[in-house]
């Protein structure tokens, strides 16, 4: 039971990552904006353009992630000795 909820957080496919690269990409916009209302000025804008570069790296991380795991896999189905 445990396996199937965990299953659930698994990113498997590049749309479930760019969903969750576009919810991290709305999460940080809001908080940008309220950055830009507390904090006027050249300073919030700094702290606008951190929020959103932390959704690029992040969404880079995910994607790179994907594309090594799709290639151990494959290292593995080749590794196993098929019967």
Same mark, same amino acid.
């Given at each position: 039971?445990?396996?199937?909820? +965990?299953? =659930?957080?698994?990113?498997? !496919?590049?749309?479930?990552? /760019? &969903? ?23 300073? +919030?804008? =700094?702290?606008?353009?951190? !929020?959103?570069?932390?959704? /690029? &790296? ?26």
């Amino acid at each position: 039971m445990l396996r199937k909820l +965990g299953r =659930l957080f698994v990113i498997k !496919t590049r749309i479930e990552a /760019f &969903l969750i690269i576009y919810a991290l990409a709305l999460g940080s916009s809001a908080r940008g904006m309220v950055y830009l209302h507390e904090y006027p000025g050249f300073g +919030g804008k =700094l702290l606008f353009l951190a !929020t959103t570069g932390a959704v /690029f &790296l992040a969404g880079a991380k995910i994607l790179d992630c994907l594309k090594l795991e799709a290639e151990v896999g494959e290292l593995r189905a080749q590794a196993l000795p098929r019967e």
